[in-house]
């Protein structure tokens, strides 16, 4: 009954003919029903999904992750009317909602009384992460399961995220009953994340630039952790994204068996006997840039020991392009905790 249109078992493609998709979006919905993980497609990068109101099918994303501890989800809703149902939003926070939902944006606001989400999607905090994604797949989805999905990136804990469903297979495979095949992510990384619960602060930067929704609040944001104040993401440890290779920042030169993730033009000297060369975008387009991100690490990571990487301007969509490469050179712990 279901189409499949890989061989790796489990995987379903959501994007041909509208009635392939309905079928895919059934099978998606039932396995979400009864408690099972969805690895689905969104605009930023593959989410896990579970019932974020049934704390056993939450419980099953930590351990399918392999995530030591648990961290807030982001919920994952179709409308605005859905989002009020389980947070509440300030006047600046409806501002943002209607500039940038659909959109790679989330919410940090406080958490309406009575939410249908369980605690242990929220790590029991007095605030919930909420954002409406763009992909029309993950539209439908929502839609058609009719309640909040809590979904972190479908990789595993640490690793770097998937934009692709042959990277959630291949980090997550068994553990999810439903891989909703769209193809890779437009944006490429993860949504911005904001807190609106105080002093609007910047907590992820991510596939809207900070510049966009400062231009929008009429602000400055706050940066996480500034001040007392100023929330954090319980999420953004130091150690995040990482590829088993070594990553060299900043890299002027390559030497000799690095290979080099590259930006723009010209390559560095060396770039000839690189071990392999990955250029996130000849042209120096960042947003261009972002949507290979993950995959470069990915193909790059493997080839060489090191991997030596060109600096990417922080502006824009290389603010969170920099997070990613800063957390992904970071010392690693025996034990990642991330996200
Ligand atoms: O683009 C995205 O945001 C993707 C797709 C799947 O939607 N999701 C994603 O989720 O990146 P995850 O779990 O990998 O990252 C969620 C981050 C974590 O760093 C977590 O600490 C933070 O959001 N977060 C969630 N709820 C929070 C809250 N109430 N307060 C502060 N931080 C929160
Ligand atoms: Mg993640």
Same mark, same amino acid.
């Given at each position: 009954m279901i189409e499949k249109?890989?061989?790796? %078992?489990?995987?379903?493609?959501?994007?041909?003919?509208v009635s392939a998709r309905f079928r895919a979006i059934g099978a998606a919905v039932a396995a979400l029903r009864r408690g099972e993980l969805v690895a689905m497609p969104t605009e930023t990068v593959y989410g896990l999904a579970a019932n974020a109101a049934d704390p056993r099918a939450v419980g099953g994303i930590f351990v399918a992750k392999g995530r030591p501890r648990f961290n807030p989800l982001i919920m994952h809703v179709p409308t605005v009317a859905a989002a009020q149902k389980i947070g509440v939003f300030s006047e600046a926070a409806e501002k943002l909602a209607a500039a940038f939902w659909p959109g790679p944006l989330t919410m940090v606001v406080p958490l309406r009384d009575g939410a249908p989400v369980s605690e242990l999607a929220t790590a029991g905090l007095a605030t919930v992460g909420i954002r409406i994604p763009s992909h029309p797949v993950a539209a439908a989805l929502l839609t058609a399961f009719g309640g909040p999905l809590a979904a972190p990136s479908a990789n595993r804990s640490g690793h770097v995220s998937a934009t692709t469903a042959q990277h959630v297979a291949a980090d997550l495979g068994e553990a999810v009953s439903v891989i909703l095949d769209a193809g890779p992510a437009q944006v490429g990384v993860e949504s911005t994340i904001v807190s609106?619960?105080?002093? *609007?602060?910047?907590l992820r930067a991510g596939g809207i630039p900070r510049e966009a929704i400062e231009a929008v609040l009429g602000q400055p944001l706050a940066r996480a952790g500034s001040s007392p104040d100023a929330p954090m993401a319980p999420g953004m440890l130091t150690s995040h994204y990482a590829p088993s290779a070594a990553i060299r920042l900043d890299a002027t030169s390559v030497q000799p068996g690095e290979a080099l993730l590259a930006?723009? %033009?010209?390559? *560095?000297?060396g770039h000839e006997n690189a071990a392999a060369v990955f250029n996130l975008s000849p042209s120096g387009d960042l947003a261009e840039a972002a949507t290979v991100f993950f995959s470069a690490l990915r193909t790059l990571d493997g080839a060489a020991p090191v991997i030596a990487v060109m600096p990417v301007p922080a502006e824009g969509l290389g603010e969170a392009i920099n997070d990613r490469l800063q957390r992904a050179a970071a010392p690693r712990p025996p034990a990642a905790s991330a996200s």
């Open positions: 249109t890989t061989n790796l %078992s489990g995987i379903i493609d959501a994007r041909n003919a609106m619960a105080g002093e *609007p602060t910047l930006f723009g %033009s010209p390559l *560095p000297p």
